[in-house]
């Protein structure tokens, strides 16, 4: 079954497809970071350190369909859960769509191009190293603030 044009501005998450849904991942890949949480304030800290099934290029996962039983902790985005999840970055189509806000320019269901993620320096891609190369006592070490995305170019 083919993708309404421009379904997020018309569906509630919880009305869409599951092609639609998965459709809404702009491949950014930052919810695929290993994160860490401060144990007396809740708060969650993204590091630049990745999922061990994370492509760090193509920034998808290299397992997707078996993914939670390979990393128990992998977190399981659906239309339930997705406004519970606060270390999902303000970036996460997800996480937009579910707060009543639009895409951005450079998501590729906007842009026609997966590319235009890494343009805006949205994409973990070149920024990250897998978790299989960092231990766990040095995660502290690779704790990162990721840069807001860039402006479209052209002024448009």
């Known amino acids: 079954m083919p993708v309404d044009d421009r379904f997020w501005e018309t569906k509630p998450l919880h009305e869409m497809s599951q092609q ?8 950014c ?10 144990e007396d304030s809740g708060a969650v800290y993204p590091t630049s350190v ?10 998808r996962c290299t397992d997707y369909r078996n993914r939670h039983a390979r990393v128990p902790d992998c977190v399981k985005l659906d239309q339930n859960n997705v406004s519970n999840l606060g270390w999902l970055p303000d970036t996460c189509a997800y996480r937009r769509i579910a707060e009543g806000q639009g895409l951005e320019w450079w998501h590729p269901l906007v842009s026609g191009d997966p590319r235009t993620v890494i343009a805006a320096g949205v994409s973990v891609s070149g920024r990250v190293v897998p978790e299989t190369g960092v231990a766990e006592e040095d995660l502290v070490g690779f704790m990162i603030e990721w840069p807001a995305p860039k402006p479209r170019s052209g002024g448009r």
């Open 20 to 27: 639609e849904w998965e459709s809404l991942c702009d491949g």
């Open 29 to 38: 890949g930052r919810c695929c970071v290993v994160k860490l949480e401060d």
């Open 50 to 59: 990745s999922c061990r099934l994370l492509n760090t290029a193509t920034c």
